[in-house]
């Protein structure tokens, strides 16, 4: 028999099928009786071991399991061919971060396959752009970047904050703008900080340094205030502020230099901040006390500027959808403020200052408008927009008669636009090179009712002649939690799967911020299953209206979107066919006692807490909650090495339950990248590798066999 290169093509198509179809097996996880005790209740934790992430055990078994995964997506027969076709939609010029540095604008740009954007820089908007920081340059293995932090008019400097790997940890170093070249101060330890210049100098918020070895697991603590002045080493920094009696809160100032005041916030994690200000002299390192503008944490509260001598204030008091007002700081009576702009149906998103300017940002049934009005709330008027979808502000400056926005859709990538207060005209300052052509697509929003009745919206995006008879893949997306906003947002990586024809469904689940601090509030602590029983009636919805069916549904979420996904594919492992947590919260017992996750339990309470705390934890946790002999949904675990936010233990132990437990019908796999973080970063390369995978298992547990 004579063979051809077609024949071998189709019998190793065929072979793949079978075996990818086959029994899984998965490399045996060791179990270390260990337990734990909670108000009387021992709970087992056999596989606790795999909280050492940098143990040789945990090492050994990160490596099997990859093994595994990549054994069995390489027999999927149209892997290869969906990353070639991610590969293409993701070769386009894309923009970002148009920001104004004295006489210059700053941007950051991709050519389309970078592993990470450029950061260019160019005299006004008409200039030759120059090359900034390059950070492929620095690093071709595509897991360093910078990002631009602030500048200082004074010396034409950049404070720029530099990551590796995708970790949290950021490293501060200084830029001449004049020379292009780095200045000697390296800022190290610092995490979740912004720059705030001032004088010879400038304000940055850092830890103390870790223990070596748990730099990425162990708890992060005691955060202060340092003043850093230029050309003197770290060490020399002087202490603004610490708060040792509460190792465990956020801190962060922002200047109102013009106006001679400092703002500083503290958190203790998603509950509100309290909001302190202090004067400022012309010397930076003085030390002097903060006074209070709100105390405690029962409310949310931002000085967007000074007016007239009095704060302007963007809050949630009396306001769930939030409104701005101004307060005397000698008199900070609530009878003694003035509203500017009151609260509406509309969430008032964010509001910035722009030459006597107030530019509000609102989500309107979770897409964005834009309002302007002068500094005493009159003159209003909308500022038009390029559609209907999502509007960030990207800079502006109480002096600037213009500022910066991006805006983006589902069939728009992100572009960026400039806007003159005093002429009222737009511009936009770049254009995609993306060639695809979303009229063959349509976006739509939908309303459904969840368990308790709550009305519940989603986006749907899927081509135009799509025939609703159930047979659709469905990939159904969802956060739900952290007052996050989940809007209209461009992603090239769909566009690969609409040509499949799949519907994708994006839900605005109460947690998030989408309908003002109430809808937060309904989807935290006590009240977290409403956020699950919001996405399981989601997909109930997709199912009853047969968008798609229970064998061709897919779930996914990252984070907190993981817990979600994790807790409702053990609740309701019937009404799913795949499941993607990606880098989630799976053991909702312990996450309080690795790096910043003591800064979650005001959104989710902690086991530690109450006893009634504990068991609703308990019940609901996804690592739990798993059982025995049951047929969960093909599931592909994701999470990565360098995970300091959401430690990568809780994807191992989850993943090695959810092997132990599951009936063995459908592949349960973990995806464990190395190299990157929680996401933030992440090179191009990663992201379309991880996009073929995910896609094609996707593709594969759902029925399809053959691309389109």
């Given amino acids: 028999m004579r063979y051809t290169k077609n024949w071998i093509l189709l019998s190793f198509?065929?072979?793949?099928?079978?075996?990818?179809?086959?029994?899984?097996?998965?490399?045996?996880?060791?179990?270390?009786?260990?337990?734990?005790?909670?108000?009387?209740?021992?709970?087992?934790?056999?596989?606790?071991?795999?909280?050492?992430?940098?143990?040789?055990?945990?090492?050994?078994?990160?490596?099997?399991?990859?093994?595994?995964?990549?054994?069995?997506?390489?027999?999927?027969?149209?892997?290869?061919?969906?990353?070639?076709?991610?590969?293409?939609?993701?070769?386009?010029?894309?923009?970002?971060?148009?920001?104004?540095?004295?006489?210059?604008?700053?941007?950051?740009?991709?050519?389309?396959?970078?592993?990470?954007?450029?950061?260019?820089?160019?005299?006004?908007?008409?200039?030759?752009?120059?090359?900034?920081?390059?950070?492929?340059?620095?690093?071709?293995?595509?897991?360093?970047?910078?990002?631009?932090?602030?500048?200082?008019?004074?010396?034409?400097?950049?404070?720029?904050?530099?990551?590796?790997?995708?970790?949290?940890?950021?490293?501060?170093?200084?830029?001449?703008?004049?020379?292009?070249?780095?200045?000697?101060?390296?800022?190290?330890?610092?995490?979740?900080?912004?720059?705030?210049?001032?004088?010879?100098?400038?304000?940055?918020?850092?830890?103390?340094?870790?223990?070596?070895?748990?730099?990425?697991?162990?708890?992060?603590?005691?955060?202060?205030?340092?003043?850093?002045?230029?050309?003197?080493?770290?060490?020399?920094?002087?202490?603004?502020?610490?708060?040792?009696?509460?190792?465990?809160?956020?801190?962060?100032?922002?200047?109102?230099?013009?106006?001679?005041?400092?703002?500083?916030?503290?958190?203790?994690?998603?509950?509100?901040?309290?909001?302190?200000?202090?004067?400022?002299?012309?010397?930076?390192?003085?030390?002097?006390?903060?006074?209070?503008?709100?105390s405690g944490f029962g409310s949310k509260n931002m000085v967007i500027g000074v007016a007239d001598g009095r704060f302007l204030v963007y809050t949630n008091v009396d306001a769930p959808n939030y409104r701005v007002v101004s307060i005397d700081p000698d008199h900070l009576e609530k009878s003694n403020w003035k509203e500017i702009i009151p609260a509406s149906e509309s969430v008032l998103e964010n509001v910035a200052l722009a030459k006597g300017t107030l530019v509000a940002s609102y989500l309107k049934d979770a897409r964005s408008e834009i309002v302007l009005t002068d500094l005493r709330g009159g003159n209003r008027r909308i500022m038009p927009l390029p559609g209907l979808g999502t509007v960030e502000l990207t800079y502006s400056k109480p002096k600037d008669e213009e500022f910066f926005f991006s805006f983006t859709s589902f069939t728009q990538p992100l572009t960026n636009y400039s806007y003159n207060i005093n002429t009222g005209k737009t511009v936009q300052l770049d254009r995609s090179g993306l060639t695809f052509n979303p009229k063959d697509y349509q976006s739509e929003q939908v309303w459904f009712t969840s368990k308790d009745g709550t009305k519940v919206p989603m986006f749907l995006i899927h081509k135009k002649d799509i025939v609703l008879n159930g047979s659709n893949p469905a990939y159904l997306y969802g956060y739900g939690g952290f007052n996050i906003n989940i809007t209209p947002v461009f992603n090239s990586t769909y566009i690969a799967l609409l040509e499949q024809g799949v519907v994708i469904a994006i839900a605005n689940l109460r947690g998030g911020g989408e309908f003002g601090e109430s809808w937060h509030q309904a989807g935290m602590l006590m009240k977290k299953q409403n956020v699950f029983d919001d996405f399981i009636s989601a997909g109930e919805f997709l199912i009853r209206n047969q968008y798609t069916s229970s064998d061709k549904l897919a779930i996914a979420g990252g984070s907190n979107g993981g817990l979600l996904v994790g807790a409702c594919m053990t609740q309701r492992p019937d009404l799913f066919r795949v499941a993607f947590p990606a880098v989630g919260v799976m053991d909702m017992l312990k996450f309080q006692d690795f790096t910043v996750g003591w800064g979650w339990v005001p959104e989710y309470g902690s086991s530690a807490q109450s006893k009634k705390m504990f068991e609703y934890l308990l019940g609901y946790s996804p690592y739990h909650n798993l059982r025995k002999g049951v047929d969960y949904p093909a599931t592909m675990v994701t999470t990565a090495d360098h995970d300091d936010r959401v430690v990568p233990a809780h994807s191992f132990k989850f993943a090695a339950r959810l092997q132990e437990y599951t009936a063995n019908k459908k592949p349960a796999l973990i995806r464990i990248d190395v190299q990157a973080g929680h996401g933030a970063g992440k090179p191009i390369s990663k992201v379309i590798d991880e996009a073929a995978d995910k896609w094609s298992f996707f593709l594969w547990n759902v029925g399809v066999k053959s691309l389109r």
């Fill in 13 to 294: 198509g065929t072979m793949a099928a079978v075996a990818a179809n086959a029994q899984m097996k998965y490399p045996v996880t060791k179990k270390i009786a260990h337990e734990d005790t909670y108000f009387g209740t021992v709970v087992q934790d056999p596989y606790q071991w795999l909280e050492n992430d940098t143990a040789t055990d945990t090492e050994a078994w990160v490596t099997a399991q990859n093994q595994v995964t990549q054994e069995y997506l390489s027999m999927i027969p149209y892997r290869t061919r969906l990353k070639e076709r991610l590969t293409q939609l993701s070769n386009f010029e894309k923009y970002a971060s148009f920001m104004k540095a004295g006489k210059y604008i700053i941007y950051k740009k991709n050519d389309g396959l970078q592993n990470q954007s450029v950061w260019y820089y160019k005299e006004g908007l008409t200039g030759k752009p120059l090359v900034l920081l390059d950070p492929n340059a620095a690093d071709p293995a595509g897991t360093t970047t910078f990002n631009f932090l602030d500048y200082s008019d004074e010396h034409n400097l950049i404070a720029v904050s530099v990551n590796k790997a995708g970790s949290d940890w950021t490293e501060i170093r200084v830029m001449d703008l004049t020379t292009g070249k780095f200045l000697e101060d390296r800022l190290e330890w610092v995490k979740f900080s912004d720059v705030q210049w001032m004088g010879n100098g400038f304000f940055y918020g850092r830890y103390p340094v870790p223990k070596q070895g748990k730099e990425f697991s162990a708890a992060t603590e005691d955060k202060r205030i340092y003043y850093h002045p230029i050309g003197k080493p770290q060490e020399k920094d002087v202490l603004i502020y610490a708060d040792p009696a509460n190792p465990r809160h956020f801190h962060d100032v922002v200047n109102f230099t013009d106006d001679h005041y400092q703002v500083l916030y503290k958190s203790s994690g998603t509950d509100g901040y309290e909001t302190l200000y202090r004067g400022l002299t012309d010397n930076p390192q003085e030390v002097s006390k903060f006074r209070h503008l709100f």
